[in-house]
């Protein structure tokens, strides 16, 4: 029985031949990396191309909550009303700038890094293609046999009197018609010729990534530079492209009030078309049709059609029509018999046969301040409980249903109110369902006397008014080139080919025979696809025809 005994002899070691308890390995120690080394992997982490797309993926998903969510620049009357309305989630929803979204820190934070991440992982890729494209195909494979695609065929007719140079020459003029860049080898032990083509896949992936970088720069001025504004305009009145114009306007972080091109757009007449054949969409509005003048300075005024989806472009910019509705048009004497307010006064729409909700705030009015609130029926009627409602949007049988008020409306103490509210704390009712008095009931041409000698209120008749917004992106067009040249890019970077080529030429074996001798040479080719390449085998038998045509006489036969 054979027993295995332990050696006693120390190695050489510094440790005397004792190895560490436990078979564990001896301490290694790692270099840290250092402040400069951290910032290095950081770079390298975020210009990797993964992260650009994760970062691309992370920009999608966070634009969601802005369609999800009303947004202030657009519409801060529905960002207040949903504060109201939900007060707790709300200020969460505040408080993480949701509804900023694409104004947010976090938003610009994923903006930022997805620019920088592009420009790191592009540009040295750049680089590196332009020093490939200066480089010469790769050195000839020493056997051409083992390429997935290849073959040979041997010259016996009288193109076997052509030199190797000469034959080398008409090889690679027939490989560059087809697109690929040649280099001719005479002096490798073999001749031969090495051609590649393929390079603008490449270049179309760098445009595509570049056009990216353009499109991200683009949206950047369009919002640091661009601007909208809203404005609701009556028939008769026009919209002056100045700041104290807009009832509502959202700059850029850069804008300035001289980029302000001067125009004007004056609100000629507006037309409704309704649905009157219809039984299932009767009274439903199918066309919006508002007829405006233009004016620009040193131009002549020139007449438009504005119709939605179909914006009116002046001045650099796009006027939009985004609404429309009525009017009524409204006279206010006050205590003093004096005229207090005269004029249009804008009904918001609440629902498709146009009841409209309308307030008038009358500060200027003697002795108390006057106000009102409540709608504006266009085909005025009653239902079964007496409520008056809107039987259809067309102003067959206008009629104004208001409350009436009298005391402070608090605009002189300067602080900012909604137009479309009045504020009924510190005013005292007039005119009410619940008062005996009654509610106002005013129909087109008629006046009515307010209570406790306050005034009266006249409806002289109705206007249309359109909506208008106008938005200033100078950054749209540079997008849509961008935008262009990245899907034109995308479709080289697909459709592009990355194929090499080898060609050789040398002697045939000699193989006597009983009666002559075989002597000739041969010509070898291999092609190799980089990459996945389902057509790389037509090329090898395209490659191998055109050779055969140009040595006439050869034979067919494999070898």
């Known amino acids: 029985m054979a027993v295995k005994s332990k050696s006693n002899h120390p190695s050489s070691g510094s440790d005397g031949g004792k190895k560490p308890r436990g078979g564990a390995k001896s301490d290694v120690t790692v270099p840290s990396l250092g402040p400069w080394g951290m910032v290095r992997w950081a770079w390298t982490q975020l210009t990797s191309m993964r992260t650009a797309l994760f970062l691309l993926l992370l920009l999608a998903v966070a634009t969601v909550p802005g369609s999800l969510f009303p947004q202030r620049p657009v519409n801060p009357t529905e960002v207040t009303a949903y504060l109201e309305n939900k007060p707790v989630l709300g200020k969460w929803l505040d408080t993480f700038q949701l509804f900023d979204v694409f104004s947010s820190v976090w938003f610009s934070a994923i903006y930022l890094l997805l620019f920088i991440s592009l420009i790191g992982c592009v540009f040295p890729r750049a680089k590196k293609h332009y020093k490939t494209l200066r480089t010469p195909p790769p050195r000839t494979p020493a056997r051409l046999s083992r390429l997935p695609e290849n073959g040979k065929f041997e010259i016996t007719s009288d193109a076997a009197a052509r030199s190797d140079s000469e034959v080398l020459s008409r090889s690679a003029a027939l490989l560059r018609k087809r697109g690929y860049r040649v280099e001719q080898r005479p002096q490798d032990k073999t001749p031969s010729v090495a051609a590649e083509r393929g390079y603008v896949r490449e270049i179309g992936n760098l445009v595509f990534h570049f056009s990216l970088i353009g499109v991200l720069i683009s949206v950047a001025i369009g919002g640091v530079f661009g601007y909208t504004g809203q404005r609701i305009v009556v028939v008769g009145e026009s919209l002056v492209n100045t700041l104290v114009s807009y009832d509502s306007f959202n700059p850029g972080t850069g804008f300035k009030e001289s980029s302000l091109s001067p125009f004007s757009v004056t609100l000629d007449d507006f037309d409704v078309t309704y649905d009157r054949e219809s039984t299932t969409h009767y009274g439903q509005p199918i066309d919006f049709h508002a007829q405006v003048t233009t004016s620009e300075p040193g131009e002549k005024a020139q ?34 018999g004096k005229v ?17 909700l309308l307030v008038l705030k009358v500060p200027d009015a003697a002795p108390d301040q006057l106000g009102f609130v409540g709608l504006f029926l266009p085909t005025a009627g009653l239902t079964a409980d007496g409520v008056g409602v809107s039987l259809d949007p067309s102003p067959t049988v206008p009629q104004l249903q208001l409350n009436s008020y009298y005391g402070d409306l608090g605009l002189d103490a300067g602080d900012p109110q909604n137009v479309f509210v009045l504020d009924t704390d510190d005013l005292t009712e007039l005119n009410s369902r619940k008062l005996d008095s009654g509610g106002l009931v005013v129909n087109a041409g008629e006046t009515v006397k307010l209570p406790q000698d306050k005034g009266s209120i006249t409806f002289k008749g109705i206007k249309r008014y359109a909506a208008l917004d106008v938005h ?35 002697p045939a074996t000699e193989e006597p025979s009983a009666s002559e001798e075989k002597s000739g040479r041969i010509i070898e080719y291999g092609v190799l696809a980089r990459g996945e390449d389902p057509r790389v085998r037509q090329e090898a038998r395209e490659l191998r025809t055109l050779l055969e045509r140009e040595f006439t006489g050869t034979d067919r036969t494999e070898v």
């Open 303 to 336: 007449k438009h059609d504005l119709r939605v989806n179909h914006p009116l472009r002046i001045g650099g910019t796009a006027v939009y029509l985004v609404g429309n509705g009525y009017a009524p048009d409204i006279v206010v004497h006050d205590g003093n």
């Open 340 to 356: 207090a307010y005269s004029g249009p006064v804008v009904a918001v729409p609440q629902d498709d046969v146009f009841t409209s």
């Open 472 to 506: 200033h992106d100078p950054g749209k067009l540079p997008v849509a080139i961008f935008a262009a040249l990245a899907l034109m890019g995308l479709g080289v970077s697909l459709f592009t080919p990355r194929r090499r080529v080898w060609i050789k030429v040398h």
